[in-house]
């Protein structure tokens, strides 16, 4: 069974320039969440979908955006980069969103923003 | 709001020797509770979870966590530390619908 496939594992872009990530759950999961992690805050959760709907956002600007398709698939989406976003971003998915349910990571992506 | 206070972001112990990694909690509601380890450039791996069954929850390559409401706490341990438990230790807590939230980390060095 294929785990948490995350696309690109790296990535360089310039300051002001978007991004996309890309994030394919294990087959049969509907929840993805997707998290920064960064040095100085740790992992910080930035939205989860369910069913192609939003259910949770963190604390995050409106730069940083995503969705999901009818595939359980989702994407994530930085526009106009900052240094401050360079970050591994983290996507995991889960069969179902309860709290007890084991969220699956995928390798991450590493964003570097110059 | 829940949240995960992890004890020392590096602990250094020798091969053989105990680990133990602390994390105490807060939260509103009886939590759910779970620890990741993270190897580098790798992302998160599920080493155990409370989740109210049994206060001593039995992880994968031989860790465990005790679960103590009194202390508000779910330190992890293992006996005897190899080489290759070296890697960053995430403890995380779930209450409800939230998504999780996770600790500082702690990275375990082994020395030989």
């Known amino acids: 069974k294929a785990g948490v496939t995350q696309t690109p594992r790296y990535l360089i872009k310039t300051r002001g320039q978007q991004v996309t990530l890309s994030c394919s759950p294990i087959s049969g999961h509907r929840s993805v969440s997707w998290y920064q992690q960064t040095p100085g805050q740790g992992l910080q959760f930035l939205f989860e979908?369910?069913?192609?709907?939003?259910?949770n956002k963190g604390n995050f600007p409106g730069r940083f955006s995503g969705r999901q398709f009818s595939n359980s698939r989702s994407e994530m989406n930085v526009s106009t980069l900052e240094l401050g976003d360079s970050a591994l971003y983290l996507c995991?998915?889960?069969?179902?969103?309860?709290?007890?349910?084991?969220?699956?990571f995928g390798q991450g992506t590493r964003l570097t923003v110059v | 709001a829940q949240s995960v206070t992890q004890l020392g972001s590096h602990v250094s112990v020798s091969e053989g020797a105990l680990v133990l990694l602390r994390c105490n909690y807060s939260s509103s509601v009886p939590p759910y509770l779970f620890w990741y380890v993270q190897y580098p450039n790798q992302g998160l791996q599920l080493l155990l979870k409370y989740t109210s069954a049994a206060t001593l929850v039995k992880g994968i390559n031989g860790f465990e966590a005790e679960f103590k409401k009194s202390e508000t706490s779910f330190h992890l341990t293992k006996p005897s530390a190899h080489m290759s438990d070296a890697a960053e230790y995430f403890c995380?807590?779930?209450?409800?619908?939230?998504?999780?939230?996770f600790g500082k980390g702690t990275r375990l060095s082994v020395i030989a």
């Open positions: 995380a807590v779930s209450e409800g619908n939230t998504p999780l939230v």
């Open positions: 995991a998915s889960s069969l179902i969103r309860t709290q007890n349910t084991e969220a699956f």
């Open positions: 979908y369910f069913s192609e709907t939003q259910r």
